[in-house]
């Protein structure tokens, strides 16, 4: 079971540099070549002053920047990754993130709900992050929930 | 600030509008290694069979959040970049696993009036859908497009 005492705690703060090297890599892993995420001259000519970060930037940020998380599940006694699946994604954007910036995120587990899957007892966990750029402004907040099983299903 | 950046414009767009589709290569293998790599999710359940197995998956599955990432470029292509979006948000509904083909689809559902003069608001409902018609991933986004 989830430690629910952890409910509405700051579970992990970190601090993340945006390379132009993630977002290129980032891009080409989904399959987009819209070269303002390759290309700096091209980003610029589009009006940007740097490359700018992909939609689900975030994902990037959550992993690379957050390098306690699978620590931060055992915390939660989530001991096995392989027993949690992604149910739901939110991004909801603030200000623009760029090449260049440094990004600071907080990482907060806001509920826990029990339901009665097919395979047996399923947890609802939420996450929620927030991120601030080098000058203090929020750029970013996602909601992540997860599905955490309790065992195999056959 | 270029937040104003869009190729599109408020007037342009219309409630019931359905986007281009986007249809992405095969998923292989090796696809979910690379966005393992690119975003720092080395869950084993995505890039090792036998940790799929053992997990009852079935063998490995794509993150989810590759699964958004194609949806995040197929939004990315119909704004003109990645700023005009304000929201965008999916709920993961099945499994993608080796060859599946995916295609990301929309349909403008709301038009309103932003809270800063000269925008408005496009809610487009979306969907990530394999070629037997299996929904893996479905949900909207938000975006704060400059009037003519």
């Known amino acids: ?154 | 600030m270029i937040e104003t950046q869009s190729k599109l414009y408020f007037e342009d767009v219309q409630v019931g509008d359905v986007l281009p589709p986007l249809t992405k290569p095969p998923v292989a293998h090796n696809l979910f290694v690379r966005y393992s790599g690119a975003s720092g999710d080395f869950n084993p359940l995505h890039t090792d069979p036998a940790v799929g197995l053992a997990g009852g998956t079935g063998g490995v599955i794509a993150h989810g959040m590759l699964i958004m990432g194609f949806l995040g470029h197929f939004v990315s292509d119909y704004l003109g970049g990645p700023l005009p979006l304000s929201r965008f948000g999916v709920r993961f509904q099945s499994m993608t696993r080796i060859s599946d083909v995916i295609t990301c689809s929309g349909t403008v559902t709301k038009k309103s009036e932003a809270d800063e003069p000269g925008f408005g608001l496009i809610e487009v409902t979306i969907a990530a859908t394999d070629a037997t018609g299996d929904k893996k991933a479905s949900g909207n986004f938000v975006a704060k497009l400059p009037k003519r």
């Not at chain 1, 610029?44 to 994902?59: E, I, N, Q």
């Open chain 1, 1 to 154: 079971m989830v430690n629910r005492e952890m409910i509405g705690k700051a579970l992990s703060t970190f601090t993340y540099e945006v390379d132009r090297s993630k977002i290129r890599e980032l891009a080409l892993a989904v399959g987009d070549p819209n070269p303002i995420y390759q290309d700096v001259a091209a980003a610029r000519a589009a009006g940007y002053p740097d490359l700018p970060a992909p939609p689900t930037f975030g994902t990037v940020l959550s992993f690379w920047g957050n390098r306690r998380g699978f620590i931060t599940f055992r915390e939660l006694n989530i001991t096995q990754p392989n027993l949690v699946l992604h149910g739901e994604e939110e991004y909801n954007y603030l200000a623009p993130i760029y090449a260049g910036d440094t990004i600071t995120g907080t990482l907060t587990m806001t509920g826990v709900d029990e339901k009665q899957g097919r395979t047996g007892s399923l947890e609802f966990v939420t996450f929620e992050f927030d991120y601030i750029n080098q000058n203090g402004a929020a750029v970013l907040k996602t909601r992540q929930t997860a599905v955490i099983r309790q065992e195999v299903a056959k």
